[in-house]
Antibody, heavy 116, light 109 residues
Framework: QLLQSGGGLEQPGGSLRLSCVGS????????MSWVRQAPGKGPEWVST???????YYTASVRGRFTVFRDYDKNTLDLQLNNLRVEDTAVYYC?????????????WGQGTPVTVS | EFVLTQSPATLSLSPGERATLSCRAS??????LAWYQHRPGQPPRLLIY???NRATGIPGRFVGRGSGTDFTLTISSLGPDDSGVYYC???????????FGQGTKVEIK
């Protein structure tokens, strides 16, 4: 299970931090990602923390969002800075099936972020 | 830009009927597709991975097929719990990015 926290309402230009925690079994040996879904739209991949601390970001958040991972605490965080109205969405943490998987096999419950 | 286009936008079918969902890629895919079901108030659930493999606990009535740019998810006999929005998803190796389609909403009459 992946449990999420954080998020909420923030003004444009503000910052928020999202967290995702899982069991050792849920996290160990898996790449982890953040995926968001804006109202009325399909999911959008946001960021991935892969093996050997490789990180990836979709172009619209690069330079504003930062993904962190704590291997001891089995947590995945997403720091959202310089927020824009278009960042409004439900944010999910999602686990990859392994380090180099093409898909997401376990999802958190989602946490809403509203920028207004 | 890599795009996944799903059709139709909505399917309204009766229990027991067959649902065929389409996903078309803007270019030939370099990794196999995955499919997810998303029901209100729940996180997305993995149905199919690597093009045709069913995820743990997914019944055999869910079948993924396709290659190149054209893919389908078939639900052979719709059940009452099959309502929701279905998304296809692809990972582009070049640049390491993941893309979702815009979804097909399946309604059970």
């Amino acid at each position: 299970q992946l449990l999420q926290s954080g998020g909420g309402l923030e003004q444009p230009g503000g910052s928020l931090r999202l967290s995702c925690v899982g069991s050792d079994l849920a996290f160990r040996n898996h790449a982890m990602s953040w995926v968001r879904q804006a109202p009325g739209k399909g999911p959008e991949w946001v960021s991935t923390f892969g093996n050997v601390r490789d990180t990836y970001y979709t172009a619209s958040v690069r330079g504003r969002f930062t993904v962190f991972r704590d291997y001891d605490k089995n947590t995945l965080d997403l720091q959202l800075n310089n927020l824009r109205v278009e960042d409004t969405a439900v944010y999910y943490c999602a686990r990859h099936d392994g380090w180099n998987s093409h898909y997401f096999d376990l999802w958190g419950q989602g946490t809403p972020v509203t920028v207004s | 830009e890599f795009v996944l286009t799903q059709s139709p936008a909505t399917l309204s079918l009766s229990p027991g009927e067959r649902a065929t969902l389409s996903c078309r890629a803007s270019q030939t895919v370099d990794t196999p597709l995955a499919w997810y079901q998303h029901r209100p108030g729940q996180p997305p659930r993995l149905l199919i991975y690597d093009g045709y493999n069913r995820a743990t606990g997914i019944p055999g009535r869910f079948v993924g097929r396709g290659s190149g740019t054209d893919f389908t998810l078939t639900i052979s006999s719709l059940g009452p719990d099959d309502s929701g929005v279905y998304y296809c998803q692809h990972r582009q190796l070049r640049g390491s990015s993941w893309t979702f389609g815009q979804g097909t909403k399946v309604e059970i009459k």
